[in-house]
């Protein structure tokens, strides 16, 4: 008595929802996986994004739209508001290109090199993150004054730093470096050093190996870098203050012109500016997320 033999393929029928998507309206939510706990997690989240963001969010948008487009315009028109947008957008702009370089090559110098010191460097660029905003400003206000350390270098020249939009540039810098260290050094800590050496072995230049080599993998984290950073300078208010100055037209910033609005209880011209910094920010962020995912697509590089 023969038994044929049995196909392989036919031994073993995948059970319901393993191995394929739920069909219908959900198809792209994923199967049911061994670790359960997706439903409340995906519930928890939601949750988290609408109490946290999303409602304070639209409640902003709400009340500033009581005064209709035409309202708004006319806050944004505003000399005394236009000035603290400029200042307080490009100021952070710049700041966070400049926290950018130089936090690519303290993230360089950290990761490539040994040197005695290096682990307390290391600390102390988490700094910013731990020192309270009003310490910061109290601390680079006495250094960058006329008659503080760094400030009477330059007061012989008439040059001032602090109470100045030189001094919140330095302010915003300060904050802003930690970002992109951060985000770029496990990066170079993944990059091998064979790389290099293959490059200068095919006869490239030191040049040629930092554009071509280097830099290709490390431009998304460096975006994401300058993102953050952006982020954090447009909102940053306690650092700021004790060094700006605060002369309307000159070094008063969007967020302390919030703050006085809303001393004066003008609470819908408060919410007004708060929109427009919104709707400005929101713009720049979704503009360098689309070039940070051009340049994944581009480089090769996730």
Known sequence: MSIAPTSSSSSVSPGPGRGRRRGGPFSRFPAPSVIPG??????????????????????????????????????????????ALRLSFGTSFIAAIVGSVFGLLIAWVLTRYRFPGRRLIDAAVDLPFALPTAVAGIALSAIYAQNGLIGSLFAPYGIRIAYTPIGIFIALVFITIPFTVRTV???IAEIDRELEE???????????????????????????????????????????????????????????????????????????????????????????????????????YV
């Open 185 to 187: 050094q496990p990066l």
């Open 198 to 300: 293959a490059s200068a072995t095919l006869g490239a230049r030191r040049g040629q190996t930092i554009w071509r080599v280097l830099l290709p993998p490390l431009i998304p984290a460096i975006l994401t870098g300058f993102a953050l950073a952006f982020a954090r300078a447009v909102g940053e208010y306690g650092s700021v203050i004790f060094i700006a100055g605060n002369l309307p037209y000159v070094s008063e910033i969007a967020p302390l012109l919030i703050v006085i609005k809303l001393e004066e209880f003008d609470y819908t011209g408060a919410t007004a500016i708060a929109t427009i910094m919104l709707t400005i920010s929101f713009s720049v962020l979704l503009i360098i997320n689309l070039i940070q995912a051009w340049s994944r697509k581009r480089f090769g």
């Open 38 to 83: 997706f439903g409340i997690s995906f519930g928890y989240t939601i949750l988290y994004l609408s109490i946290i963001v999303l409602i304070p969010l639209g409640g902003l948008v709400l009340r500033a739209s009581g005064i209709g487009l035409s309202g708004l315009w006319a806050v944004a028109s505003d000399q005394r508001v236009a000035a």
